[in-house]
């Protein structure tokens, strides 16, 4: 029986992991080697500090109702898209209200995680940690691994020919990149788009004299504003929308998707993506990025062939003189040093661990990964439904024989990724079946039509999965039929007084009523379907 659990890292995930093992009556005893909670979103000014942090502009991509921990709303009066300081301070809240700090022993780090002699009868873990120069063995029955995938930066200079020998510029990873003061005036160059690459490329256009964006892949970029000037994510990561594209031909799903992010601008025309190309690529939301590039602050470049003294010379042929600096926002290598390279090697590839979270060669599964996926939605909420799922395992509840039919071979029941990234409703509705706190749609059509309406067409927040099952928060009903009131609060600062607020959506959601019952008769009659009834999509 599990009892004491080692939880390693105190950011997002590690906080979220700790909460749960208090649920489940376990004792956690959460390792952190900073001073202080929030992980990354904790802004630190200098690279030095021992620790990967955001930059000084970073906002979220996520809302924050999309973002927010089941059971522990966002504050109404924060704005929708968050910046560092607020994320940091909705996580000492957090720990606040559940007392998770009694449970956290900080500057102390993890220096191994080692099984025990008897693992294969008792699964239980020696844990060495240090602490001031001083080194601790401790024995747990089960380990959560809570340090995240920003770990070591991935500095790929060998590809790109005179860089290190022949460039006189500047040149670092995104990592050290703090804010855009230093960089007035200069030529730029940043060598990577993915979300951190554009967004740095964003932010240094506004005091260097220009910017080079320059990658390799395509990039469909979308608005963080949607439709009624909503959050994107609550208009789109929807149940219905999910529906839809499990009920409609790919082809069919891919000319929509193409459409509705060419409706903001031709990505063609701007050089980012081909309609003619396999969708999506890469799917961002970044606001400012077009205009950047109709200014002119942003010019958009293919891949770098070399550098010479001062310049860039690119593959298309092109060359940009006088570079002062080059940015390589590329990314992350995988770094859990603490673990024993049985363990490491296969959490290099998440996809061989069983549902992204359990290392399946071990004879006891009583370590888990804990928030090490990337998903078209919020991972934070992705993290959540995984602790809850972990520590019911260890608690010798739901999901036990699960786990024992797939140890020792691989997970061929995912939902297929998107971009690299899993689809956000599939997975998380996946896990909360196996944590058994899934929402059955058909007894909440049965018992709360109004509510059912709700999960339903509304978006897929963290708070459904605590609407039933293990785990069952009271407060779960008012917080998703009010979701959209907490949207609304941070821009009623200035009420007009002939304005007047339409919500006639919620009589078409009536009309749309035997959507909901002809989608679950649908699926309840498809087996042959594969993973997705298993999977919870509706059901």
Excluded at 71 to 90: A, I, N, Q
Excluded at 188 to 216: P, W
Excluded at 324 to 338: E, K, P, Q, R
Aim: proline letters at 5%.
């Amino acid at each position: 029986m599990v009892r004491q659990v080692a939880v390693i890292g105190a950011g997002a995930s590690g906080l979220v992991a700790t909460k749960c093992c208090l649920d489940e009556g376990l004792e956690p005893t959460c390792f952190e080697r900073s001073e202080d909670i929030g992980g990354l979103w904790r802004f630190a000014d200098n690279a030095d500090c021992g620790r990967v942090s955001v930059y000084r502009s970073v906002i979220s991509n996520t809302s924050k109702e999309m973002s927010c921990f089941s059971d522990f709303p966002c504050p109404e009066d924060f704005p929708s898209f968050l910046p560092h300081s607020l994320f940091l301070e909705y996580f000492r809240m957090y720990a606040r209200h559940f007392q998770l700090l009694r449970h956290i022993r900080f500057k102390t780090t993890v220096i191994s995680v080692r099984k025990r002699p008897d693992f294969a009868t008792s699964g239980q873990w020696e844990v060495i940690t240090e602490t001031e120069g001083i080194q601790e063995s401790h024995v747990f029955d089960a380990v959560m691994v809570c340090a995240g995938k920003f770990q070591q930066p991935h500095l790929p200079l060998a590809s790109f020919p005179g860089i290190e020998t022949r460039f006189r510029g500047q040149y670092f990873h995104s990592l050290e990149y703090k804010d855009a003061a230093a960089f007035q005036g200069k030529r730029v160059l940043v060598v990577g788009m993915g979300n951190t690459g554009c967004d740095i490329a964003v932010d240094m256009s506004h005091v260097a004299a220009k910017v080079f964006l320059s990658g390799r892949s395509s990039k469909w970029v979308f608005s963080r504003v949607a439709n009624h000037g909503f959050p994107w994510d609550m208009h789109n990561t929807t149940r219905f929308n999910h529906f839809l594209e499990w009920l409609l031909p790919s082809a069919i799903m891919k000319r929509i998707k193409i459409w509705k992010v060419n409706s903001w601008f031709n990505h063609e025309i701007y050089g980012l993506a081909s309609a003619k190309r396999y969708f999506p690529v890469g799917f961002w939301g970044l606001n400012d990025l077009p205009f950047c590039m109709l200014s002119g602050t942003i010019v958009l470049k293919s891949n770098v062939k070399e550098f010479t003294e001062t310049s860039a010379v690119f593959e298309d042929g092109t060359t940009e003189e006088n570079i002062d600096v080059v940015v390589f926002a590329t990314g992350y290598n995988f770094s859990f040093s603490f673990l024993e390279e049985s363990i490491c090697n296969p959490l290099k590839n998440n996809r061989t661990l069983y549902k992204c979270v359990f290392p399946p060669q071990l004879e006891r599964p009583t370590l888990a990964v804990i928030g090490l996926i990337g998903l078209t939605g919020s991972v934070m909420v992705g993290a959540e439904i995984q602790a809850r799922w972990v520590t019911g395992v260890f608690a010798g509840g739901r999901g036990t024989a699960g786990i024992g039919e797939v140890l020792g071979r691989e997970d061929s029941n995912l939902p297929e990724k998107q971009n690299s990234k899993l689809n956000f409703i599939s997975y998380t509705s996946e896990i909360a079946s196996c944590a058994g706190v899934k929402p059955s749609m058909l007894r909440l059509l049965l018992t709360d039509p109004r509510l059912a309406l709700a999960v339903f067409f509304g978006p897929c927040t963290s708070y459904q999965y605590r609407l039933m099952g293990r785990g069952q928060w009271s407060g779960a009903r008012a917080a998703i039929l009010t979701q959209w009131q907490r949207v609304l609060k941070p821009l009623r600062t200035r009420v007009l007084e002939d304005s007047a607020t339409s919500y006639s959506w919620h009589w078409l959601g009536l009309l749309a009523l035997p959507t909901v019952l002809v989608a679950g008769f649908l699926l309840s009659k498809c087996p042959r379907l594969g993973w997705a009834p298993q999977a919870g999509l509706l059901f």
